[in-house]
């Protein structure tokens, strides 16, 4: 392959990505890009991120062998990338950071985000407290009643949650009510998108910033194995966990690339949210990308078990690296991540989030049909506490 | 000339400026909108902007979100506005139709058959919110083989660089957002609209029309004083709302009468006499 240095000037990654908004955003985003653009270089700029990643979120994270549940698999040996261990729990903080020293570079005081399961709002919470910023959080309602303690936790770090009533009630209306709030006050406001989707720059700007995912892994690899994985498995909801890992990894084209996503109650059912596997290419949110939609153009209500996966989109960094074949997409149901949750908690002691179980549930397929001597890295991209509501009622207990 | 041109050559030889008012196709159901689009010729527009309900409006605020939901109840898809347009056109020939939507249901249609059937349906200029000028050069092409004029938008942010960019595209008339927001807001500022537009002019050669926040007579008057055309969407989407169905034609009616008036009292361009 040659050298890969996606995405172009206006933010295209072959046919997908791009800067597909309504005129009134056009001049924040350039004056986004030409922020981002400089700090990007800036040896100052990255001294401060990193300097935050390790005293403030708690990097490096750790790759943990998990031997009891290989064993038991019989196949390849699974290896984590513990995000779990991130302050706030997930690996959006590492994000959050990067954008809220942006921000304030920006002279921006209030910043704004989406969010579903309510990860990505509590990392923005966070760094908002931790800069001393105003923080808003557009969320579903239908999110808001799903995901009641990270709505607490939220407002326990000073952030206004602002349900949001239009649409499906989820995600992505989330995201179209943040963009609204951000039309209107953009002189004083700074819009952290949690995934690598979105107008340019943010597929690249958030990739960017979740890099050191798959930076550390290439180096600590190195050093405890002594080579890489022969494959990288990451869920894939928006997609900024999964690029994070594979980004640095795009030119090693021996170590194989495997998004999951959530097929929910199965493919063939219309409750899924397997955008890759399943989906045609549109446009939404400001790129264009693949997209769950109908006939006629109109995005589909999506499904998961896990509120972080439930996206009737995807980073159009993924539409390209799937269609030029260099990362497969696959897909795992409800049920089978649920199993993977349960069996992380018993082998390992490890509880996972949901999210992430998609990931784990499909290592578990793939690991059986593998040597024993082949080592799979899974991005553990979160844990389980928020989930632990969710997974008691699947079990048939309300807590 | 196309349509949009004999009006707007129309109305500069009677001193007016254009009443454009915006409703969404399919609300409150399909069965009204063409006899809503009669009616408002009727009541004196000289334009109509049909709205493309999509699922996902992000430029919008939600007097015109549950418009598009109203009609996505009743699963009105693309091709159903189109038959709208060509249902019309039978009974009128002269009143431009412009279509204004999302992206996302043209590419699920393809350029090539949309622009076709919308050049089939007596369309006759489209507005797309989500494809700026950067990302319109295939499109624009598309359209302009197809002799349907592309509309596009420019805000107050818009720095000079792109207007020229968008002077370039454009056919037909630009449609200025007169606020930072989305549609529905009211925090228009006369003064900033009338600065934006003496330097809009110096590069836009085509008639200018201004919209987003437009409520009451008073302010279309104020603009129309200023614009060649006067976009009024959210207000009119609101008397859409909240009329009974008996009384839905005859309330619109009367809404825009009202506004038609103003408009047409404006004070005289040059000489400022009422
Ligand atoms: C733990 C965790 N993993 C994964 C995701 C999915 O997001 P992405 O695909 O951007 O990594 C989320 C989103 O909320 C999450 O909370």
Known sequence: MKMYDLPDKRGHFGPYGGTFVAETLISALDELCKQYEYYRGDAEFQTEFFRELKHYVGRPSPIYHARRWSDHLGGAQILLKREDLNHTGAHKINNTVGQALLARRMGKSRIIAETGAGQHGVASATVAARYGMECVVYMGSEDVKRQATNVYRMKLLGATVIPVDSGSRTLKDALNEAMRDWVTNVGNTYYIIGTVAGPHPYPMMVRDFQAVIGNEARQQMQEEYGRQPDALIACVGGGSNAIGLFYPYIGEENVRMIGVEAAGKGIDTQKHAATLVTGRPGVLHGNRTYLIQDENGQIIETHSISAGLDYPGVGPEHAWLKDCGRAEYVAITDGEALAAFHALCRFEGIMPALESSHALAYAAKLAPTLRKDQLLLVNLSGRGDKDMATVAQQSGISL | ?274
């Open chain 2, 1 to 274: 000339m196309n349509r949009i041109e004999s009006v707007f050559s129309r109305l500069k030889s009677q001193d007016k400026a254009a009443l454009i008012p915006f409703i969404t196709a399919g609300d409150p159901d399909s069965a009204t909108t063409v006899a809503l689009m009669h009616q408002l010729t009727r009541s004196g527009v000289d334009l109509i902007e049909l709205g493309v309900p999509f699922s996902d409006p992000m430029a919008d605020g939600p007097t015109i979100q549950r418009s598009s939901e109203r009609a996505l109840k009743h699963h009105i898809s693309l091709k159903d506005v189109l038959a709208m347009v060509a249902q019309f056109r039978k009974m009128n020939q002269s009143t431009p139709v412009v279509l204004m939507g999302y992206a996302n249901p043209i590419e699920a249609m393809g350029y090539k058959r949309f622009v076709e059937e919308a050049s089939r349906s007596g369309v006759d200029g489209v507005l797309v919110v989500d494809y700026p000028p950067e990302e319109s050069a295939e499109w624009v092409r598309h359209l302009k083989d197809q002799g349907i004029d592309p509309i596009f938008l420019l805000s107050p942010t818009t720095p000079e660089s792109r207007v020229k960019h968008v002077a370039e595209l454009a056919k037909g008339y630009v449609y200025y957002v007169s606020l930072k927001g989305v549609t529905g807001a009211s925090h228009l500022d006369l003064q900033d609209v009338s600065s934006k537009l003496s330097q809009l002019r110096a590069h836009i050669r085509i008639p200018i029309g201004v919209g987003f926040g437009i409520r009451d007579e008073q302010t279309a008057r104020s603009i129309a004083e200023r614009a060649d055309a006067v976009v009024i969407g959210s207000r009119i989407v609101e008397e859409i709302e909240h009329s009974q169905a008996a009384d839905l034609l005859a309330n619109v009616g009367a809404l825009v009468e009202s506004l038609r008036h103003a408009i047409d009292a404006r004070s005289n361009h040059s000489s400022d006499i009422g």
